[in-house]
T-cell receptor
Framework: GQNIDQPTEMTATEGAIVQINCTYQ??????LFWYQQHAGEAPTFLSY????GLEEKGRFSSFLSRSKGYSYLLLKELQMKDSASYLC???????????FGAGTRLAVHP | DVKVTQSSRYLVKRTGEKVFLECVQD?????MFWYRQDPGLGLRLIYF???????EKGDIPEGYSVSREKKERFSLILESASTNQTSMYLC??????????????FGEGSRLTVL
């Protein structure tokens, strides 16, 4: 199969930095997405990595290592509104469909 | 902005009923997807479609069928609803997927409860 693993829950303090890790089986994935999902809402796109390295976009950065089957989402200067679930999704090579991990629920405390 | 509209936000149905979930998009995207989302399991792909009248099974197609008669509309059908199909159903669209995929745009979701 093409399993994607990420921690179930994380907590962090407002203003801090948090790193959410995602690991996956290396065969068959052509890239990696991160989505944010607030409770009761639809997921929204955060980032996409197809090559190794770090992609920075404001307070959010995403990293990919294809050889290690590893990605992380880095959130800086945490705000209360960052409390949400963060979904890691791999691009399956066969039909270019997305396979999602179970998501990491992040709680940001004052 | 891409708009993906799901016909019902909340539905309650009885076991054995036939259920239709409709999804309409206004951005002329070729690709449409149906996922279900359950706590601890994440989003799981049920069916997807790359073109009108075309459909492909996802990871959990059992108990579901789909219809794509028009480019903008992708319907998910539960022929005989069962309690284990109680879930949040999310429709998504994307531009045509070639060497690299486009991002998915999601609808607001349809929360189905089967009694």
């Amino acid at each position: 199969g093409q399993n994607i693993d990420q921690p179930t829950e994380m907590t962090a303090t407002e203003g801090a930095i948090v790193q959410i890790n995602c690991t996956y089986q290396t065969s068959g994935f052509n890239g990696l997405f991160w989505y944010q999902q607030h409770a009761g809402e639809a997921p929204t796109f955060l980032s996409y990595n197809v090559l190794d390295g770090l992609e920075e976009k404001g307070r959010f950065s995403s990293f990919l290592s294809r050889s290690k089957g590893y990605s992380y989402l880095l959130l800086k200067e945490l705000q209360m509104k960052d409390s949400a679930s963060y979904l890691c999704a791999g691009v399956s090579g066969g039909y270019n469909k997305l396979i999602f991990g179970a998501g990491t629920r992040l709680a940001v405390h004052p | 902005d891409v708009k993906v509209t799901q016909s019902s936000r909340y539905l309650v149905k009885r076991t054995g009923e036939k259920v239709f979930l409709e999804c309409v998009q206004d951005m002329d995207h070729e690709n449409m997807f149906w996922y279900r989302q359950d706590p601890g399991l994440g989003l799981r792909l049920i069916y997807f479609s790359y073109d009108v009248k075309m459909k492909e099974k996802g990871d959990i197609p059992e108990g579901y069928s789909v219809s794509r008669e028009k480019k903008e509309r992708f319907s998910l059908i539960l022929e005989s609803a069962s309690t284990n199909q109680t879930s949040m159903y999310l429709c998504a669209t994307a531009t045509r997927l070639e060497r690299v995929t486009g991002e998915l745009f999601f609808g607001e979701g349809s929360r189905l409860t089967v009694l």
